[in-house]
């Protein structure tokens, strides 16, 4: 309702004080009406409003100003403008003492209150409009109430007033100056509020519909019928994985998941409409399968590393798993990093377990080797390592054995690139001779596998020498000459060679380091020569080691070798690499006491093991059935290969013999027999035609080799 401000002036010019005599209409005075509009909240003038006294009809000036000299105390006043509530009176209720006796101004002020609110709703985490959210008022009488100032109990009937437009704007027409207003969309918290003497109303709406998708961390496939709560707002993941959480609280900050099979987890969130999970099965399971022939694979070694260029920890070790089936416990797995998989035979697998989905079935690439060796000087020399790597395209072969120490009786043993491992620049056993890591870029680029050769317990007198306390001593003590710098009673073998103690930890661990570096650095093998005992001297007798020898009772000895491949093959394995040792070709016949190498013990702790079965290298009298092994280079090779099988089993590491590509020239006379194509291929051709062995690699000490029994790249990968 407008308020009136009445206020009446009589004009009169000499007026006597006896009451006057009636006037005619015709000389009626003059009677002026006038009044300023406001509005009733802000009291600012009202431009543009209509007056209408009686049939006539005027409109407030830019002050809100109205004046008329036309009006008669029977007119009705009625005052409207937009956006306001009308003002209705009669004048003879407004001025009821008004008289029409002498001249006057009357001054009659009006206040319309304002009846439209308009404003804006937007979405409260983006700021973005909301279309058509709906706009309710309670305008009952007890709306004015002082009872229901707390607008969350709503206990009347709400009127739909508006509903926003596509920029969220709204008006509600003929609002009355106190009322509830609501204003609501799908999706959206409701904002209840009371409005007194307003006008305009902006707010933005909380989402309070939380969605995801809640999947398998392993697999990536949808988890059905979990659990998922944020605050009291409760739902179930559908066949799809999906899950709505309605009316989320404001209050609620974490999300909350479980389900059967798998560990439960949460999620702190703030200012978000989605949120996707992933669950970790509290148990994990896996099958590997040969990728050509679906077969499972029974030996294997799963790594998990945080990085492919850091060590990690061998999660699970298959052994002879018939099935190729493994099953991981939640914590092996980190959260970011990735499963190596290390299995003879096959290629090594890696899963990035950030960014690939861990499938149930993983499927190993066979891998056959085919390699030629590389010493050090060889592989120092780019011209005739690139002639080398030139070879292995143009062949057969796909792999590169290279030295990491020097096998020249000049500086034997030196490493020929700047180890970083801690023994070796302790001792300062290296030089910056090889550039190993372009040799591994270049062989990376022309996809040929590399495994690092290290050997062991010989060939390697620079450490022999530089700790004598490590090296087997000699009773008799050092004579030193050119190749023998002696440094205390070392015991050499045959060919001015030093032979460290195989019992001496020391030994083992600066080989296991330097290993494992290899690996890290990107070999994809690591492979232990000289992991035996001496026998290659004639005065073993005078053998001094940390442990006496019983040649009639060698398990210590087996047990020895065992060991430290335990160590090592656990450590490369964990660098991501495969681990090989060599053994003698009578190794895989059957255990040999003197060098204690016992073949089946070996295969239960490396990937692959090197029977070195040089036909030249076997006696000159029948051996196996075989009248002269020199001369008779498939047969030796298939029927070591089978004897190898019987001996190894179904044991772990699986057989690649090095092959002879070299001519003998000492020992006796049969054994030296010309090694060209036709030799070095029957070897090749019984390695490949047996179903013992899954590769092979060729020796030649001077890598002087003969090509031509190979055959071409494409005549061999030809379908």
Not at 228 to 234: C, N
Not at 297 to 308: G, K, R, S, W
Not at 640 to 656: C, D, F, N, P, T
Request: aromatic letters at 8%; glycine letters at 6%.
């Amino acid at each position: 309702m407008g308020v009136v401000v009445i206020m009446l002036t009589a004009v009169c010019s000499g007026c006597a004080t006896s009451q006057p005599a009636p006037t005619p209409a015709a000389q009626m005075p003059e009677m002026i009406m006038q009044g300023t509009v406001r509005d009733a909240y802000s009291t600012r003038v009202v431009e543009k409003a209509t007056v209408m006294i009686g049939s006539n009809q005027i409109a407030t000036d830019q002050h809100g100003v109205y004046t008329t000299d036309t009006w008669s105390p029977s007119d009705v006043l009625r005052v409207t403008a937009s956006g306001y509530a009308p003002v209705t009176m009669t004048l003879a209720h407004a001025l009821p003492s008004v008289s029409l006796e002498q001249p006057m101004t009357g001054t009659l002020d009006s206040d319309l209150r304002p009846n439209t609110l308009q404003g804006r709703v937007r979405k409260q985490y983006t700021g973005r409009p909301i279309a058509q959210a709906q706009i309710l008022t309670q305008c009952h009488p007890s709306a004015q109430s002082d009872r229901l100032a707390d607008t969350t109990h709503v206990s009347a009937t709400w009127s739909l007033s508006a509903t926003t437009d596509l920029s969220g704007t709204y008006t509600v027409q003929t609002m009355p100056a106190t009322c509830l207003l609501m204003i609501r969309a799908d999706g959206y918290a409701p904002d209840r509020t009371r409005l007194d003497q307003t006008t305009t109303y902006d707010t933005s709406l909380r989402p309070n519909v939380l969605r995801g998708r809640i999947t398998d961390e392993i697999t990536g496939k949808p988890v059905v019928a979990a659990q998922v709560q944020a605050g009291d707002s409760r739902a179930r993941t559908n066949q799809r994985g999906q899950y709505t959480l309605n009316d989320v609280p404001a209050s609620a900050r974490q999300l909350q998941v479980k389900a059967s099979g798998y560990l439960p987890t949460s999620e702190q969130f703030t200012r978000t409409t989605r949120l996707d999970l992933t669950l970790q099965p509290d148990t994990t399971h896996l099958a590997l399968v040969d990728a050509a022939t679906g077969s499972p694979v029974v030996n294997a070694a799963l790594v998990a590393t945080t990085h492919l260029t850091s060590t990690g920890v061998v999660v699970q070790r298959l052994r002879n798993q018939r099935d190729g089936r493994v099953t991981l416990q939640p914590t092996t797995l980190p959260d970011h990093g990735y499963l190596q998989i290390v299995a003879p035979g096959y290629r090594k697998a890696v899963i990035d377990l950030t960014n690939d989905v861990l499938t149930e079935t993983i499927a190993l690439q066979p891998f056959y080797a085919r390699s030629i060796y590389a010493k050090t000087t060889t592989a120092s020399d780019p011209v005739w390592l690139a002639s080398i790597f030139e070879q292995i395209e143009q062949t057969e072969l796909n792999a590169l054995v290279i030295d990491l120490k020097s096998d020249n009786i000049e500086d034997l043993g030196l490493v020929y690139y700047p180890s970083q491992a801690p023994l070796v620049q302790q001792l300062g056993t290296f030089t910056h001779t090889m550039d190993i890591r372009a040799i591994l870029a270049e062989a990376s680029a022309r996809d040929i596998s590399t495994i690092a050769r290290i050997h062991v317990f010989a060939h390697d007198n620079l450490l022999a020498e530089t700790m004598p306390q490590w090296a087997i001593q000699d009773a008799q003590g050092c004579e030193p000459n050119e190749h023998r710098r002696c440094n205390g009673p070392i015991f050499y073998a045959d060919w001015d060679s030093a032979w460290l103690d195989p019992w001496n930890r020391n030994v083992w661990q600066y080989n296991i380091q330097l290993a494992v570096e290899a690996a890290l650095l990107g070999f994809d093998e690591i492979q232990f020569d000289y992991i035996r005992f001496p026998s290659d001297a004639s005065n073993l007798e005078h053998m001094r080691l940390m442990q006496p020898i019983d040649y009639d009772n060698p398990q210590p000895m087996y047990d020895n070798i065992v060991t430290f491949m335990q160590e090592a093959h656990e450590a490369i394995n964990q660098a991501g690499a495969f681990f090989s040792v060599d053994v003698f070709g009578y190794a895989v016949w059957q255990p040999q006491p003197l060098i204690g190498q016992h073949a089946g013990l070996m295969a239960g702790h490396a990937d692959y093991i090197y029977p070195m079965v040089y036909p030249s290298h076997f006696l000159p009298h029948p051996e196996l059935g075989i009248a002269r092994p020199a001369s008779q280079p498939y047969d030796i090779i298939a029927e070591s290969l089978k004897r190898g099988h019987e001996v190894i089993g179904q044991r772990y590491a699986r057989m690649r013999p090095w092959l002879q590509d070299f001519t003998l020239r000492w020992g006796a006379a049969e054994n030296q027999v010309a090694y060209g194509p036709a030799e070095v291929r029957a070897q090749i051709d019984a390695t490949e035609e047996s179903p013992y062995a899954v590769g092979w690699a060729l020796w030649n000490p001077d890598n002087d080799y003969t090509y031509e029994a190979l055959k071409s790249h494409e005549s061999h990968h030809a379908p």
